[in-house]
Each structure stands twice: as C-alpha cells, then as structure tokens.
C-alpha cells in the first residue's frame, strides 16, 4: 500500500518562505505581485498558509492535509473533489467543478483558498505538482527541495525506506485537529527522539 503525505519539521524550518515562493512560482505564476519585496506577500493566492500563534512567536506552516476521510470530498456535490484512486491524495477535477465553494468552507483546516481571477477552489497539488507526480517524481520538488534547511518532506508513509519514514521513526510528529477523525496526512516535527 502506498501512503503518500507531507511533513513539516517546525524544529528545522527558518521561516524563509521559499517553500511559499517556489509553490506560488510553479502553481501560480498569474498571481504573482511584482511590485511586493515581502515573499510572503508577494503572491495573491498560495497553497501554503503561514498561520501564526497568538502570542505571535510561533507560527505553522499549512497546506492541505490530504485525508484519508477528507470533509471536502464529502461536501462537494458534484464530486469534483475526490481522492485519487492511484496516489490516494485529494484532489479537484475542474471539469466537474460548478465553483460554489462548499469545499473550502468545508476545509477545517482552511487550506483551500478560491483563486481571486477563476474563483475556483484551490488548493495544495497543483498542476505543475501533479504532473511531476506523475513522472513519478517529487511532486512537491519545489517546496521540499528548495527548503534550505531540510524541513519539508514528502513521500510513502509506508515504505520504511523513505526519507519521509524515517524522519517520523526518529521524530515526535503532530497533526492538526486529529479529533474530527478525518485522518490527515500532513505530520508536522516538533521534536526529536
């Protein structure tokens, strides 16, 4: 079985935004706002969510959790929405999508966001992501790579092999909101073993 899902080490990022940049470039060149210095700020639409802590000292990084029970999925009237039956991450088919939102209210974890030019939902996977998914690499190349300071992650959950395998083996992992059972797939480190 194939367990595809993301990770987040919160001890090793540097909050350099690269990973925010490199996602908006790829997924949504269209977006970007030339005239803004601030990475963060500088993309009209992103697929990943900097959400920070009321103190305002700490901050997490998200983006869609890829349930395996994804209320999204179940909201979404027409099935646009649905889980891809070869790599079991959640994802949209536009052609079916009538864009009336039900599964970004749905989302709890607010990681899709409806494009400001299309207002379609939108979300993490994008196309250029999932095109390099299906060449069979890294589909997120872009925000896991280019993280110079190794906190990005993705892979085979079950595969003991994987670099994503293991950093949770040796890891203390979290995620978000596990008691609405719907079974995320997005671990975030908050410490080492």
């Not at 490199?22 to 500088?42: I, R």
């Not at 790599?87 to 966001?113: F, H, M, N, Q």
Request: with cysteine; hydrophobic share 35%; net charge positive.
């Amino acid at each position: 079985m194939t367990r595809l899902a993301y990770l987040w080490d919160s001890t090793k990022c540097i909050a350099c935004m690269a990973c925010v940049t490199a996602c908006g470039a790829a997924n949504h060149p269209e977006l970007k706002d030339p005239t803004q210095k601030d990475p963060v700020k500088a993309w009209k639409g992103s697929n990943i969510r900097i959400v920070q802590s009321p103190d305002g000292k700490r901050f997490r990084l998200v983006s869609c959790q890829h349930c395996e029970r994804p209320a999204c999925v179940y909201a979404c009237p027409t099935k646009a929405s649905y889980i891809n039956e070869k790599t079991k991450l959640v994802e949209i088919d536009y052609s079916k999508c009538i864009g009336c939102l039900a599964c970004v209210a749905a989302c709890p974890y607010e990681a899709r966001w409806v494009h400001p030019e299309s207002r379609l939902p939108m979300k993490c996977m994008g196309e250029f992501c999932k095109a390099r998914l299906e060449m069979g690499k890294q589909p997120a190349a872009l925000c896991t790579a280019v993280c110079p300071a190794g906190a990005r992650d993705f892979g085979d959950l079950d595969d003991p092999l994987s670099s994503i395998s293991k950093k949770v083996k040796e890891s203390y992992t979290e995620r978000m909101l596990v008691n609405l059972g719907l079974e995320p797939k997005y671990l975030i480190v908050v410490g080492g073993k």
